[in-house]
């Protein structure tokens, strides 16, 4: 009896495990898979390295956190990348205060266009983090402004409790995500809002550092160890295609 209940409870792990789908184990071994590089302007680029990766076919970028700080470099690599042909976008990173002013500011600094993906990273949930009420009303003044929601950014932590609060409401569950988690397999996904990633990142200073190269999940050429590196949910033609996911879920 012993053993048919171990069976029994190995089958039901593994059935969990194969329904968790190929996107959340190591998709950026793909041959065809679709890389996104995050900066802000403390990492450096070198993108003629880059170039030599052909996977990576798109950049968003830090433009701007709270009322009044931007990124210095936001401007100068969002015109060099788009000349050398990489997708292009842009994110806020969200504080505490008033979010009306946060988007305003976001908007007017990053000038975000047509073909330009946009999005909220909600790093945290700490008191000096955007709360998820302010996330939502930030999520809807942008949309006010351009007609299209951005991506939302956040760790499991983070996404795992929009799911559990807000479920399938007129916001969150509209929009894009885009998830952090730095290990090479996601088997207990937080579905509810969203049912899988747009953007996974899975790879950044957390888990890749100078003194331990080797433990890295990817390296890529022309950045150092402290740039996150994303995986599309599709293959390279897809989100050309589909990029800036003006579509909603």
């Known amino acids: ?142 949309q006010e402004k351009t007609g299209r929601l951005p991506m939302v950014y956040g760790n499991d932590n983070v996404i795992r409790t929009i799911s559990t609060s807000f479920r399938k409401d007129e916001v969150f569950s509209k929009t894009r995500l885009w998830y952090a988690r730095f290990r090479k397999e996601i088997p207990n996904f937080p579905r509810g809002t969203w049912e899988t990633y747009t953007v996974w990142q899975f790879s950044s200073e957390i888990n890749c550092t100078p003194a331990r190269p080797d433990a890295c999940l990817i390296l890529i050429p022309g950045t150092k160890t402290d740039m996150d590196v994303n995986v599309f949910h599709g293959t390279a033609d897809e989100l050309k295609a589909q990029w800036p996911f003006k579509n909603p879920v």
């Not at 950049?59 to 990489?86: C, L, M, P, S």
């Open 1 to 142: 009896m012993r053993q048919l209940v171990s069976l029994v409870l190995c089958l039901a792990v593994a059935a969990v495990c194969s329904a968790q789908g190929s996107e959340f184990r190591e998709p950026w071994k793909s041959a065809d898979a679709a890389l996104v590089l995050d900066p802000f302007d403390d990492n450096s680029i070198d993108f003629d390295k880059v170039a030599t990766e052909p996977r990576v076919v798109a950049i968003i970028h830090q433009a701007t956190q709270g009322v009044d700080d931007k990124d210095n470099k936001y401007a100068a690599r969002r015109a060099e990348a788009k000349r050398r042909g990489y997708r292009w976008g842009s994110y806020h990173l969200g504080k505490s205060g008033d979010p009306i002013a946060q988007a305003d500011f976001y908007l007017a600094t990053a000038k975000p266009g047509d073909d330009e993906v946009m999005a909220l990273d909600i790093e945290a949930m700490t008191s000096k983090d955007m709360s998820l009420p302010n996330a939502r009303r930030f999520l809807q003044r942008v």
